[in-house]
């Protein structure tokens, strides 16, 4: 089983910057996709960031420029760097590990419970 905690979120100005952490727990595998997701309110959950087992990343095209994920396989810990924020960018922010078999399937996700993140224009 995983666990993972995230932390980081809070209350920022427009323009600031906020960096979001996710400590994963458990047996993990450098072959592990972690990314972070956002849901706000009456939307769906959308994919903000990943990151793949080696270094490859996807972004959203609304966080591009703005976002940086990375990841520290010997911590077990992903980040998400995030700069210029926006109003737009209020949300619940939620820790993401994709886990992959020999096929390239996916067979399990785990989800962390989520980190408050909230823009003031």
């Known amino acids: 089983q995983v666990q993972l905690v995230e932390s980081g979120g809070g209350l920022v100005q427009a323009g600031g910057s906020l960096r979001l952490s996710c400590v994963a727990s458990?047996?993990?595998?450098?072959?592990?996709?972690m990314g972070w997701y956002r849901q706000s309110p009456g939307k769906q959950r959308e994919l903000v960031a990943r990151?793949?087992?080696?270094?490859?990343?996807n972004y959203a095209d609304s966080v591009k420029g703005r976002f940086t994920i990375s990841r520290d396989n010997a911590k077990n810990t992903v980040y998400l760097q995030m700069n210029s924020l926006k109003s737009e960018d209020t949300a619940v922010y939620y820790c993401?590990?994709?886990?992959?078999?020999?096929?390239?399937?996916?067979?399990?996700?785990?989800w962390g419970q989520g980190t408050q993140v909230t823009v003031s224009s």
């Open positions: 990151i793949l087992g080696g270094s490859n990343t």
């Open positions: 458990g047996i993990i595998f450098s072959s592990d996709t």
């Open positions: 993401n590990l994709d886990r992959f078999g020999r096929s390239g399937l996916k067979i399990r996700e785990f």
